[in-house]
């Protein structure tokens, strides 16, 4: 996108991956990361390498999302 920096980019994409993260784990709960995990490997399978990453950011987020909610209910 013009007149958007790399860095501005990151934080929007790194936004975008935790919502859909938030998402899914409402939505599934410890399931999530299976969801995340197959919707990936259908992009790559598609050859979508950009869509690939950008699930890998939203499992990254999904995992982060189930362990703090499990360390704070231990």
């Known amino acids: 996108m013009p007149g ?11 936004r975008d991956a935790l919502s ?3 998402e899914l784990v409402d939505s599934y709960g410890h399931m999530a ?11 790559v399978a598609a ?7 950008a699930w890998l950011r ?4 999904v995992d982060t999302l189930l362990e703090t909610k ?3 209910s231990s």
């Open 33 to 43: 990361p299976s969801h995340a995990a197959r919707r990936a490997l259908e992009l």
């Open 58 to 61: 939203i499992l990254n987020e």
């Open 47 to 53: 050859g979508d390498r950009e869509g690939y990453r």
């Open 20 to 22: 859909r993260a938030k």
């Open 4 to 14: 958007r920096d790399a860095g501005s980019s990151r934080r929007s994409d790194a």
């Open 70 to 72: 499990a360390r704070r």
